[in-house]
């Protein structure tokens, strides 16, 4: 194999992409070439390089609940998809994602012959809806001494507020919420650009269970019972990442203290 | 669109929704327009999910989103792909690890590879995207670009020779 053979195929053979023999040609002619050599592991160290190095963004979550709701609208024949910058008129937004939810709701009815969506289900509602521009938070906060008092009388236990955020986790404020028929309280963190949303309520002392994962529709469900509350979490960020977050949050929460 | 092939779409095209939003991003050098242009393409991709078939989705899926950048870059510049995403590249809190952030160098070099690849003209900034972030096979990449496997073996090798010179990786200059 010559030399400028053997350059133009470095890349595919890097890649997996020559066949055997191919590969075997140029395995044998760089034991003899040290110039094909030093091109050699400079084309590893590039992409190891690029590996490392190049940015890979996640789709925001705001992104994906408004892909989410946009394909649930009943498509129309000869229908035209909305203009790109269409979707800032959010308030519709969100009334198309409620309505979507509702309808979820009403399937979840047909097909569990029960009025009541599951918990799990009310969770990654209120989880998508309080991703539509200004439900995020009611207290938009960093600071736990501002986000948890503020949830005095508000709702009937002081939820957990750990700070987490030189954990990867910042805390971003907190809300109101209403789950299985009463106000909760929800807890807001973010891990890159996603959402984490921790639901709190309290519940009997003695009933504890280790935190369980559940997917629906791409999101990401935690839920556990500890120290008189129950706690749900909904996001999106990686399973991984939301699991190291519920074991963060455990360690650190202690208990709660019901009202 | 019959319900059922609403939730058939969802169910195979949405997982690659990362991907594609990554690839928009460095197509288009911002993440501002890379969200109105993946929204723009998943709604196309379900009104031309008839025509899907049986093949690869997420490759299906790409070669849309990489359409619509391209069109977005006719509407609304007339030269060629942006080369801005090196700006983001610099700023903070965008998708960065915070573990990156306490290292000066690594995110130096992070800048300079984001950097060196924004410069690339578009053929070949796609191809490293789709590759080296995508890990995706030449005859994938070759569906979403739309050229054949030995054009996309060609602008590969040709887009690193160039990423190993701007990164000072190379032996020789670049011919």
């Given at each position: 194999m010559r030399c400028d053979e053997c350059r133009d195929l470095l890349g595919a053979d890097a890649d997996g992409e020559l066949m055997p023999e191919?590969?075997?040609?140029?395995?044998?002619?760089?034991?003899?070439?040290?110039q094909c050599t030093a091109e050699h592991d400079a084309?590893?160290?590039?992409?190891?390089?690029?590996?490392?190095?190049?940015?890979?963004?996640?789709?925001?979550?705001?992104?994906?609940?408004?892909?989410?709701?946009?394909?649930?609208?009943?498509?129309?024949?000869?229908?035209?998809?909305?203009?790109?910058?269409?979707?800032?008129?959010?308030?519709?937004?969100?009334?198309?994602?409620?309505?979507?939810?509702?309808?979820?709701?009403?399937?979840?009815?047909?097909?569990?012959?029960?009025?009541?969506?599951?918990?799990?289900?009310q969770v990654l509602s209120s989880h998508i809806r309080s991703l539509m521009p200004g439900h995020l938070t009611d207290v938009a906060s960093n600071d736990l001494h501002n986000v948890k008092p503020w949830f005095n009388g508000r709702v009937d236990l002081s939820p957990n507020v750990p700070r987490l955020d030189s954990l990867g986790y910042p805390l971003v404020g907190g809300r109101l919420d209403y789950v299985s028929g009463r106000s909760v309280a929800a807890v807001v963190y973010t891990r890159r650009q996603h959402v984490i949303n921790v639901f709190s309520w309290p519940i009997d002392r003695g009933d504890a269970s280790a935190a369980s994962m559940s997917t629906e529709h791409g999101y990401h469900l935690a839920h556990w019972r500890a120290g008189g509350a129950e706690y749900w979490v909904a996001s999106d960020v990686s399973e991984p990442d939301l699991r190291r977050f519920v074991e963060l949050f455990e360690r650190a929460g202690g208990t709660t203290d019901p009202k | 669109m019959a319900q059922r092939d609403v939730e058939a779409f969802e169910r195979l095209m949405l997982p690659h929704l990362d991907d594609a939003y990554g690839l928009a991003c460095h197509l288009l050098g911002n993440e501002h327009d890379a969200q109105d242009v993946v929204q723009d393409a998943v709604l196309r991709a379900l009104r031309y999910f008839d025509g899907y078939g049986e093949g690869d989705p997420r490759a299906w899926l790409l070669a849309i989103v990489r359409n619509c950048c391209h069109s977005w870059h006719r509407q609304h510049r007339a030269d060629r792909l942006s080369v801005s995403y090196s700006d983001a590249a610099d700023s903070p809190n965008l998708h960065r690890t915070p573990e990156a952030d306490t290292h000066a160098i690594q995110s130096s070099e992070r800048a300079a590879i984001g950097r060196a690849v924004a410069e690339l003209p578009a053929e070949f900034r796609e191809v490293i995207v789709l590759r080296e972030i995508q890990e995706m096979s030449y005859k994938e990449i070759s569906t979403v670009v739309g050229v054949p496997i030995g054009t996309v073996m060609s602008r590969l090798a040709r887009a690193r020779k160039r990423l190993t010179v701007s990164l000072g990786l190379s032996v020789r200059e670049a011919s």
């Open positions: 191919e590969s075997n040609a140029i395995r044998e002619h760089l034991a003899s070439c040290s084309m590893r160290e590039l992409s190891r390089r690029l590996k490392d190095g190049l940015d890979r963004p996640r789709a925001p979550d705001v992104l994906k609940a408004r892909i989410r709701s946009s394909l649930a609208r009943p498509t129309l024949p000869g229908a035209s998809a909305p203009a790109p910058r269409a979707w800032r008129t959010s308030v519709l937004a969100a009334g198309v994602m409620i309505a979507a939810l509702s309808a979820t709701a009403s399937y979840a009815v047909a097909r569990r012959g029960t009025f009541e969506p599951s918990v799990g289900e | -």
